[in-house]
């Protein structure tokens, strides 16, 4: 208990700390000062720090945070659901079915319209993890939903091979640099979008705690302590498709995060229940993420969060086992 | 004495074409332990899950309290159910990282809000199980580190905190020793006498039937037959289990 309370703590702290650096930090110089001013006294801020604050740092804290948050969420839940600690948000197809999205935007010329890149990636993810869904209300066993959702991703990434082959180098620039990953795609107006994405997402997730904490053992056993397998299933991969969807959708295929994070938290908080993790994971995940954000945006996020992760995470999964944690 | 759970013209199995047994009747009565026998893939374990309410009758109907188990819209929903009736299985795989007492915290689940928190209450059936157990020992240990015999208590544990009224165990002593067998009869008498449940527990064992059970079930050869343990070899139920 004790241990819990001093985790939250330090992450809680942690974050706040990040998000605050993350304002202070970039090519011009905004001190915390300028930054308190702009917030509180907008009326006798530089109207250029307010600028830099709103529609550049503030944004990309925030899509820090959520993108974090998110696929960290969505990962602890399919690494539930499919008692498969290798899972992350990529196994039900989501990041392939928002790269086909801006495969088809980009690369292939379709305009999308008023919905742009964005609503593409989106579109996509969301057509994709449908696909994904209805198969899984058919399958009674959750791993063969694993592999059907693995198979589904290896079609849509064939599609988006083919897209590539035939694109001229321009479009395939815009899509390279798109599938790198980042946090400063978000505008302030898109804020509001994200953040709703995200809170249907996390409520989808919250109101199958139940489930959650039951379903590690089997589904037969979750049966037998009165869930509805089947529907708090669906609910549990709608919300974690959500989530994954929402982030790759606004902030581009974000690697690591989801699949290293649930681990980080199992290591920290020492426990299973679902109670504890899942606000666990969101803190670990924006914690990790504002963290990646504060190197230069010339490293592509996903190479920073790789090598500076990683070796991270390896150590505290060693240091982990060393002490009797289970894995 | 009274019916807790009541079989009628009951057929189970898989396949209808297949059903493990003919149709019979059968009433399990507050109090009582009843042993369940018969050889491999004689579908004990089919019995159970079918009188736990998790797979469906190929005819007839199982009820609880006078409310049928496999009937979502007249009888009870998944939840009220899972305050009746527990089924403990040992062929579960134990789940990495979880500890003893957050699996027996699991056999509240239905007690449980939607955001699965624990009252003072839950908390003290909890103890209390795992004081009849005897496995407040190693309370913080992972369960997937546990020897077979020490994770059966626990399994064992889970299913007592969830406070049903019946209560039904798949082969429980298949990893047990002897004297741990012997001690998990016992607690299983007592659970009978002391809180009125109703238990049926499948088992290889004739001596353990024979000295802890009231009566004893046997499926055999497709027809199921009962008779009280004092009278089940007078009556020739257990002829099959004879070596010669």
Not at chain 1, 67 to 83: N, Y
Not at chain 1, 126 to 139: D, E, G, K, M
Not at chain 1, 228 to 236: E, K, N, Q
Not at chain 2, 98 to 109: D, K
């Amino acid at each position: 208990m004790r241990r819990t309370l001093i985790c939250f703590g330090a992450l809680f702290a942690g974050v706040l700390v990040l998000f605050v650096w993350t304002l202070v930090s970039g090519p011009v110089e905004v001190s915390l000062r300028d930054i308190a001013v702009a917030v509180f006294n907008p009326s006798s801020a530089e109207p250029f720090h307010a600028k830099i604050l709103w529609e550049l740092r503030f944004p990309r804290a925030v899509a820090a945070v959520l993108a974090g948050a998110s696929l960290s969420v969505s990962g602890l839940c399919l690494q539930t659901v499919f008692r498969n600690p290798l899972c992350g948000p990529y196994v039900l197809g989501i990041s392939s079915g928002a790269s086909l999205g801006v495969a088809l935007a980009l690369l292939a010329g379709f305009g999308f319209g008023a919905v742009g890149v964005l609503g593409a990636a989106a579109l996509g993810a969301v057509f994709v993890t449908q696909v994904v869904l209805v198969l899984a209300s058919r399958f009674k066993n959750a791993s063969v939903l694993l592999v059907a959702g693995l198979l589904v991703g290896y079609f849509v990434n064939a599609l988006v091979n083919v897209l590539v082959a035939g694109a001229n180098a321009e479009s395939l620039q815009a899509y390279v640099s798109w599938g790198f990953g980042g946090f400063t795609r978000l505008t302030f107006g898109a804020i509001p979008g994200f953040l709703l994405a995200c809170a249907f997402g996390f409520a989808l997730v919250l109101v199958s705690m139940r489930y959650l904490n039951v379903v590690r053992m089997s589904d037969d056993f979750a049966r037998g302590l009165g869930i509805a397998v089947r529907r708090s299933r669906v609910l549990v991969l709608l919300g974690s498709s959500i989530l994954a969807g929402a982030t790759t959708a606004y902030c581009g295929p974000v690697a690591f995060i989801g699949i290293a994070v649930p681990h980080l938290a199992y290591m920290l908080f020492k426990t299973t229940n679902h109670r504890i993790l899942l606000p666990g994971v969101s803190l670990c995940g924006a914690f990790l993420a504002l963290l990646a954000g504060l190197f230069p945006v010339s490293i592509p996020l996903n190479a920073v969060l790789s090598i500076v992760g990683v070796p991270v995470i390896l150590y505290v999964l060693v240091r982990g086992s060393r002490q009797g944690g289970a894995l | 004495m009274s019916a807790l759970l009541q079989a009628k013209d009951l057929q189970f199995g898989y396949a209808v074409g297949m059903p493990f047994s003919q149709a019979f009747d059968f009433a399990l009565e507050s109090g009582e332990v009843v042993a369940l026998m018969g050889e491999n893939g004689c579908g004990k374990s089919t019995l159970l899950k079918t009188f736990a309410g998790m797979l469906r009758p190929i005819a007839g109907s199982v009820a609880i309290e006078g409310r049928d188990v496999h009937d979502r819209d007249l009888g009870y929903t998944m939840q009220e159910l899972s305050k009746k009736v527990a089924l403990m299985r040992m062929n579960m795989v134990p789940p990495d990282r979880m500890t003893v007492r957050e699996f027996v915290s699991l056999g509240r689940t239905p007690y449980a809000g939607i955001f699965d928190g624990r009252s003072a209450e839950d908390e003290k059936a909890i103890d209390a199980s795992m004081n009849l157990l005897d496995v407040q020992g190693y309370a913080a240990r992972p369960v997937s580190e546990l020897s077979d015999g020490e994770r059966t208590r626990v399994y064992l544990a889970e299913a007592i905190a969830q406070s049903v009224d019946v209560l039904l165990l798949d082969e429980p002593n298949a990893f047990l020793d002897i004297p741990r067998s012997h001690a998990l009869f016992r607690t299983l008498r007592a659970l009978a006498a002391q809180r009125g449940m109703g238990i049926m527990v499948s088992t290889h064992s004739v001596e353990y039937a024979l000295k802890y059970a009231d009566r004893i079930m046997v499926i055999n050869g497709g027809v199921v037959k009962v008779a009280a343990a004092s009278n089940a070899e007078a009556e020739g139920i257990l002829d099959w289990a004879r070596a010669d």
